[in-house]
């Protein structure tokens, strides 16, 4: 069965190929009139503070720029986790927000929240 459905596919090339093309021709045409995205984004919402201050040590930069980040992010709403890095002249700080929270919402409440913030 299988030798046969190859052998009819080797003498008919040029039917296979037309066929292939279409084929071709078809999922392109397909592709493009797709009006929903393909591959959606499931990660949890996220924002992210980067702090750079150069010369200062991974020491000064957790005491005097992450950890008073981070006493001002503590309590926004809907906030999951926050994990935060310093090294050698800069702090990360990531916060993850719960699921339903929209990107726009969440760095905004975090725009608000360190606005009012200085560092001494």
């Known amino acids: 069965m299988i030798e046969h459905f190859v052998t009819l596919c080797f003498n008919r090339r040029g039917l ?6 279409l084929l071709a ?4 045409y397909s592709w493009t009139q797709l ?7 499931i990660s949890d919402t ?4 980067i702090t750079q201050v150069p010369g200062l040590a991974a020491e000064e930069i957790e005491q005097q720029i992450t950890v008073p980040l ?6 926004i709403p809907g906030m999951h986790v ?6 050698f002249g800069l702090s990360l700080i990531t916060v993850v927000f719960k699921d339903g929270v929209q990107d726009y ?7 608000e ?5 200085s560092t001494p």
């Open 70 to 75: 981070e006493r001002e992010i503590i309590g």
């Open 105 to 111: 919402w969440a760095r905004q409440r975090l725009r």
């Open 35 to 41: 009006s929903i995205e393909a591959y959606p984004d």
């Open 16 to 21: 296979i190929g037309f066929a292939f093309l």
């Open 82 to 87: 926050m994990r935060s890095n310093s090294t």
């Open 25 to 28: 021709f078809y999922g392109w």
């Open 113 to 117: 929240r360190l606005e009012g913030h």
């Open 46 to 49: 996220s924002a992210q503070v």
